[in-house]
Every structure is written in C-alpha cells, then in structure tokens.
C-alpha cells in the first residue's frame, strides 16, 4: 500500500509538472499566433493602400479600401495582453493604456470609412487623395505604440 501510495504521489508531482509545463508554451503559442495575425493585417492594409495609389479606374479601389476598413477593424482583438513576442514591435505602453490604444484605432477606422465611401463613389482622384489621409492616422499609433525596427 505504500508502494502504492508513492506512486500515485509520484504521478500527481509529474502530472502537475506536466500542466505547468503546458501553460507558458500555450501563452507563448497565443502571443506568436496574435503577433502574426496583427502583423498580417498590417502589411495587408499597407499593400492595399499601395495598390490604391497606383490604380487606374476607381472600380478596382474599392476592394483594397475595404480591405484596409475590415483589417483596421480587427486590429482591437489582435493585441490581447502579454503578446510581445522576440520579433514584435509592440511597445507594452499599449497596454497600460487600452482606451487611448483603442481610440487610435477607432480613429483609422473613421477614415476608412471614408476611404470606402470616396470608392464606392467611384471618384478616383478623392479616394487616392484619401489615402494618405488614412495613413497619417495609421502612423499617429506607431509614433506612439511601436518601437524601432529589430535586427
Ligand atoms: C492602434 C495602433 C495601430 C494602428 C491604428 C495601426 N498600427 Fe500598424 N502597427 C502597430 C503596432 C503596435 C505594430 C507592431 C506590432 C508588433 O510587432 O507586435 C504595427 C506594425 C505595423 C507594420 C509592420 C508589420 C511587420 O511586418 O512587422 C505595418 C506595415 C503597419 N503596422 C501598417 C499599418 C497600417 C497601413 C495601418 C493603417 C491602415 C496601421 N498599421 C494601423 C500599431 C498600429
């Protein structure tokens, strides 16, 4: 019985060992997930932005401008908390300050709102001025919630 006894002890120790073991990796996987799924909407917005400055009809802004509208929107649930990874910029003010965070957001979103109902128009010279419009608001977040570049 007391054979018995230790071993149960023994595997409780390993099992707690084990569920120890699982939490900082499962954190670790949640911050890399958030990290790529941010940094993905990002260069996504980025890239429509450039195809935008570089289109010809107004007809073919309308999809990349609601692409920037639908990234900017899921920016807020992109940056749960303690997701800094090695490679993020994220500066960890971000989240002792949320609601200003949040605001900045909601400001990008304001003017890409704007920035798909210029397309939708189909004036093409107003939805390429638009842009750097939207950008400027993309950059008044980085100035204050993203660090210098690494490497
Ligand atoms: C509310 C803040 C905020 C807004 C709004 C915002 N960004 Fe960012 N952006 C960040 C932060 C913080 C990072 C760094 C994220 C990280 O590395 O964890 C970043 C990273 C980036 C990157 C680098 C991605 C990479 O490869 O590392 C690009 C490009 C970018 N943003 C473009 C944009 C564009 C374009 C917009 C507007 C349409 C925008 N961002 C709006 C905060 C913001």
Redesign the pocket.
Same mark, same amino acid.
């Given at each position: 019985m007391k054979f018995l006894s230790a071993i149960l002890v023994a595997t409780a120790v390993a099992f707690g060992a084990l569920t120890i073991g699982f939490t900082a990796p499962g954190q670790a996987q949640d911050a890399a997930a958030?990290?790529k799924a941010?940094?993905d909407?990002?260069?996504g917005?980025?890239g429509?932005?450039a195809r935008i400055n570089k289109a010809e009809d107004a007809k073919a802004t309308v999809e990349d401008a609601k692409t920037?509208q639908a990234?900017?929107a899921k920016?807020g649930g992109l &940056?749960p908390a303690g997701?800094?990874?090695p490679?993020?910029?994220?500066?960890p003010e971000?989240w002792t300050n949320m609601d200003d &965070?949040?605001a900045?957001?909601a400001?990008?979103q304001k003017e890409?709102d704007t920035l798909v109902a210029t397309a939708e128009k189909g004036d093409l010279a107003a939805t390429k001025a638009q842009v750097p419009v939207?950008?400027a608001?993309?950059?008044?977040?980085?100035s204050?919630?993203?660090?210098p570049?690494k490497q």
């Open positions: 958030a990290w941010r940094t909407a990002m260069k917005s980025g429509a932005a920037i990234n900017v920016l &940056f997701s800094i990874t490679e993020s910029r994220a500066k971000i &965070f949040k900045k957001i400001a990008v890409a939207v950008i608001a993309c950059n008044v977040c980085h204050a919630y993203r660090g570049a």
